[in-house]
Protein backbone atom coordinates (compact mmCIF):
# COMPACT_ATOMS: atom_id res chain seq x y z
CA UNK A 1 0.00 0.00 0.00
CA UNK A 2 1.66 2.62 -0.73
CA UNK A 3 1.70 5.54 1.78
CA UNK A 4 0.86 9.81 1.22
CA UNK A 5 3.62 12.11 1.69
CA UNK A 6 4.35 13.74 4.72
CA UNK A 7 3.12 17.05 3.42
CA UNK A 8 -0.29 15.36 3.05
CA UNK A 9 -0.52 14.00 6.35
CA UNK A 10 -1.69 16.54 8.77
CA UNK A 11 0.04 16.97 12.60
CA UNK A 12 -2.57 17.09 15.28
CA UNK A 13 -0.55 17.46 18.53
CA UNK A 14 3.10 17.83 20.24
CA UNK A 15 3.38 13.81 19.77
CA UNK A 16 2.65 13.96 16.39
CA UNK A 17 5.33 16.90 15.83
CA UNK A 18 7.75 14.90 17.71
CA UNK A 19 7.71 12.12 15.54
CA UNK A 20 7.34 14.12 12.14
CA UNK A 21 10.94 15.14 12.99
CA UNK A 22 12.16 11.91 13.87
CA UNK A 23 11.00 10.96 10.50
CA UNK A 24 12.50 13.88 8.62
CA UNK A 25 15.44 13.41 10.51
CA UNK A 26 16.48 9.95 10.60
CA UNK A 27 18.62 8.50 11.19
CA UNK A 28 19.29 11.41 14.26
CA UNK A 29 22.89 11.09 14.98
CA UNK A 30 24.88 14.33 13.75
CA UNK A 31 28.35 15.03 13.75
CA UNK A 32 27.58 18.55 13.58
CA UNK A 33 25.56 21.03 14.86
CA UNK A 34 22.46 22.69 12.82
CA UNK A 35 19.04 23.94 12.97
CA UNK A 36 16.17 23.11 10.48
CA UNK A 37 13.48 24.73 10.12
CA UNK A 38 10.11 23.38 8.89
CA UNK A 39 6.74 24.87 8.69
CA UNK A 40 3.18 24.04 9.24
CA UNK A 41 -0.26 25.86 7.71
CA UNK A 42 -3.13 26.20 10.51
CA UNK A 43 -4.77 22.59 9.37
CA UNK A 44 -1.22 21.32 10.81
CA UNK A 45 0.08 20.60 6.69
CA UNK A 46 3.44 20.98 6.60
CA UNK A 47 5.02 22.88 3.51
CA UNK A 48 7.09 20.84 1.15
CA UNK A 49 10.05 22.34 2.57
CA UNK A 50 12.78 22.00 5.00
CA UNK A 51 15.68 24.30 5.26
CA UNK A 52 19.30 23.26 7.60
CA UNK A 53 21.08 25.96 9.08
CA UNK A 54 24.24 24.61 8.88
CA UNK A 55 27.89 25.90 10.58
CA UNK A 56 25.73 26.48 13.72
CA UNK A 57 27.28 28.02 16.42
CA UNK A 58 27.48 26.45 20.14
CA UNK A 59 25.79 29.72 21.12
CA UNK A 60 23.21 32.13 19.77
CA UNK A 61 24.70 35.16 18.28
CA UNK A 62 22.52 38.17 17.03
CA UNK A 63 23.73 37.59 13.17
CA UNK A 64 22.54 34.00 13.00
CA UNK A 65 19.20 34.96 15.13
CA UNK A 66 18.59 37.99 12.21
CA UNK A 67 19.65 35.24 9.47
CA UNK A 68 17.14 32.69 10.83
CA UNK A 69 14.49 35.39 11.01
CA UNK A 70 15.09 36.50 7.62
CA UNK A 71 14.85 32.88 5.97
CA UNK A 72 11.37 32.68 8.06
CA UNK A 73 10.34 36.03 6.70
CA UNK A 74 11.14 34.65 2.91
CA UNK A 75 9.25 31.56 3.21
CA UNK A 76 5.94 33.35 4.62
CA UNK A 77 5.91 35.68 2.40
CA UNK A 78 6.61 33.44 -0.66
CA UNK A 79 3.87 30.04 0.38
CA UNK A 80 1.23 32.53 1.93
CA UNK A 81 1.75 30.41 5.12
CA UNK A 82 0.73 33.09 7.42
CA UNK A 83 -0.06 32.51 11.22
CA UNK A 84 1.06 28.40 10.93
CA UNK A 85 3.60 27.20 13.06
CA UNK A 86 7.44 27.50 12.75
CA UNK A 87 8.77 24.35 13.79
CA UNK A 88 13.06 24.09 14.32
CA UNK A 89 15.02 21.06 15.46
CA UNK A 90 18.33 21.71 17.17
CA UNK A 91 20.55 19.01 15.84
CA UNK A 92 24.17 18.20 17.40
CA UNK A 93 26.36 15.31 18.43
CA UNK A 94 26.64 14.36 21.87
CA UNK A 95 23.46 12.84 23.92
CA UNK A 96 19.95 13.81 24.35
CA UNK A 97 19.87 15.47 27.18
CA UNK A 98 19.65 19.19 26.96
CA UNK A 99 22.69 21.19 28.11
CA UNK A 100 23.30 24.48 28.96
CA UNK A 101 23.64 25.89 25.47
CA UNK A 102 20.51 23.74 24.18
CA UNK A 103 18.83 25.84 26.95
CA UNK A 104 20.51 29.01 25.97
CA UNK A 105 19.33 28.80 22.24
CA UNK A 106 15.98 27.73 23.59
CA UNK A 107 15.60 31.30 25.36
CA UNK A 108 17.71 33.34 22.58
CA UNK A 109 15.24 32.38 20.21
CA UNK A 110 12.14 32.64 22.65
CA UNK A 111 13.20 36.31 22.96
CA UNK A 112 13.37 36.47 19.11
CA UNK A 113 10.33 34.80 18.26
CA UNK A 114 7.78 35.48 20.77
CA UNK A 115 7.31 39.11 19.28
CA UNK A 116 8.97 38.74 15.68
CA UNK A 117 6.77 35.75 14.20
CA UNK A 118 3.17 35.70 13.47
CA UNK A 119 1.71 32.59 14.55
CA UNK A 120 3.56 30.02 17.00
CA UNK A 121 6.97 28.05 16.95
CA UNK A 122 8.44 25.10 19.03
CA UNK A 123 11.87 23.57 19.34
CA UNK A 124 13.27 20.30 18.99
CA UNK A 125 16.30 18.50 19.67
CA UNK A 126 17.76 15.80 17.80
CA UNK A 127 21.05 13.92 19.05
CA UNK A 128 22.35 10.32 19.89
CA UNK A 129 19.41 8.54 18.17
CA UNK A 130 16.48 10.49 20.09
CA UNK A 131 14.21 13.90 19.67
CA UNK A 132 12.89 15.03 22.47
CA UNK A 133 10.61 18.27 22.72
CA UNK A 134 12.71 21.27 24.26
CA UNK A 135 9.73 24.39 23.53
CA UNK A 136 6.80 21.96 22.84
CA UNK A 137 4.44 23.60 20.33
CA UNK A 138 0.97 24.99 21.44
CA UNK A 139 -1.98 22.87 22.11
CA UNK A 140 -2.50 21.84 17.94
CA UNK A 141 -5.33 23.49 16.25
CA UNK A 142 -5.88 26.53 18.71
CA UNK A 143 -5.44 29.61 17.02
CA UNK A 144 -2.14 31.11 19.17
CA UNK A 145 -0.67 34.18 17.59
CA UNK A 146 2.83 35.46 19.12
CA UNK A 147 2.66 38.72 19.96
Known sequence: MAHPPLADVPIRSATDLTRRWSTLLHPTLFSARSLWLAWFDNDG?????VVPIDE????????TLRGLL???DTVVE?????????????CRPGNAACTDEDAEWAD???AE???????TWSLHLAAAGHVVPVVPPPPWGCSVTAG
Open 45 to 49: RMLPL
Open 56 to 63: LPRQPDRG
Open 70 to 72: SVH
Open 78 to 90: QTGVGEGHLALAL
Open 108 to 110: SLE
Open 113 to 119: LDNMIDG
